[in-house]
């Protein structure tokens, strides 16, 4: 790991005294997010970052750059802060669960961010906790495909165990041929029964080492090729499913474990019916509207849970909020010059994540809040429009 001068970051803290240091691993847009919310409470957030252009280094975060897979980066770099947490899943287990034992605290710990970063164990897990977890089975040839879907049916969903993020490594296979294409991939495989879904929401929990939690309104997410492309919070949905969906949530946070933010992915069926999904142990794109909709951010409780300092208030300041995703579109960036005439819709908060675009790629989104929610979701869409045109948020239909 090696220290380096990032422009227009902070390669080295600051004088001042701070309130505290935390170190995320990962130098994304989770974590640039984070650093906002960080200069808010005075904290200075270090972040370990592969390379020295990404999204929080850019932003002034305090820059090591080293591999999240070096046991010896990730010892360095514990040593400068007062706890460890994480941009994302990809982690080594080893390297965490080391860092624990030398006395470094880390939040999530490696047993709990297990839950997020391997599928199979997650679904073995809850499963046996008596949750409700679609059925499932691992796989190895297309013969155990097959024969899974004997019993449940075709369509079924093969998941890559570890590795996925946004719908990669998740595939909805329709007959053996598709089942062996995927298992030539290589790698671990699980098969799923495929559930019919209403609309998905998440809940998303902070929660403190000795069990203290508040939770959000639940987010309905709509989701294109496995990956988020707008929300609304709080969800549409009765206030019965969504208090049986809140009550779901915050036990699987409770039964990993999990310290800091925890966002548990939901399924619900037409007749109302529960399902859980995936979940998350780090901030997630299902919280992003609380930056402008919550009294408190998940950016700035996440800060809070991993530090066992108060959670904050998690009502919503708005009847409804609405986010689109900007994802790269094929055509050239062209954001730059848009910018202004997005800006001039004066309801709508504008993110952009300093990344470089691709086709397909999170390089930011838009929150407009409102009294309702399908107007703020159109607003939230118009803008976006103006930032990277329609193909560069959803190809869903109507949009």
């Not at 474990?257 to 780090?282: K, Q, S």
């Not at 800060?303 to 995703?325: E, H, I, Q, Y």
């Amino acid at each position: 790991m090696v220290e380096v001068p990032v422009p227009g970051a902070a390669a080295t803290p600051t004088t001042r005294p701070a309130t505290a240091r935390v170190g995320m691993v990962g130098g994304g847009q989770l974590a640039r997010m984070t650093h906002a919310a960080a200069i808010d409470l005075g904290v200075d957030l270090y972040v370990l970052a592969v390379h020295p252009d990404e999204p929080a280094p850019l932003a002034g975060a305090v820059t090591r750059l080293g591999s999240p897979d070096d046991l010896e980066a990730l010892r360095a770099f514990a040593v400068e802060v007062d706890v460890v947490t994480l941009d994302h899943e990809l982690v080594s287990d080893e390297g965490l669960a080391a860092l624990a034992a030398s006395g470094h605290p880390v939040r999530p710990s490696a047993a709990a961010l297990l839950y997020a970063k391997d599928k199979l164990h997650a679904r073995t897990e809850l499963a046996a906790l008596g949750l409700p977890v679609p059925p499932f089975a691992p796989v190895d040839t297309v013969e155990d495909v097959t024969a899974f879907a004997t019993q449940h049916g075709w369509p079924v969903v093969c998941k890559a165990t570890r590795g996925g993020y946004d719908g990669r490594g998740v595939e909805v296979v329709h007959g053996p041929d598709a089942a062996a294409a995927v298992l030539s991939r290589g790698g671990r495989w699980m098969v799923e029964a495929h559930v019919d879904i209403a609309v998905e929401v998440a809940v998303v929990t902070a929660r403190r080492p000795g069990g203290e939690h508040v939770t959000y309104p639940v987010v309905e997410t709509v989701q294109q090729d496995g990956q988020l492309v707008e929300l609304v919070q709080p969800a549409r949905i009765a206030p019965e499913v969504a208090e049986q969906a809140t009550a779901l949530g915050t036990r699987v946070a409770e039964a990993v474990d999990g310290v800091g933010i925890v966002a548990v992915e939901l399924f619900i069926g037409p007749d109302g019916t529960i399902t859980l999904n995936e979940l998350a142990l780090r901030p997630h794109n299902s919280g992003h509207a609380t930056i402008e909709a919550a009294t408190t951010s998940q950016f700035h409780n996440h800060l809070r849970a991993v530090l066992d300092w108060p959670l904050g208030d998690t009502s919503l300041r708005t009847p409804a909020a609405a986010l689109v995703n900007l994802l790269g579109p094929d055509g050239p960036d062209r954001i730059a010059e848009r910018l202004p005439a997005a800006l001039a819709v004066s309801e709508a908060a504008v993110h952009l994540y300093g990344k470089a675009s691709r086709p397909g790629r999170k390089i930011g989104h838009v929150t407009v809040l409102g009294d309702d929610a399908e107007v703020a979701l159109s607003r939230a869409r118009e803008v976006a429009d103006l930032l990277v045109g329609p193909g560069g948020r959803s190809t869903r239909s109507g949009t």
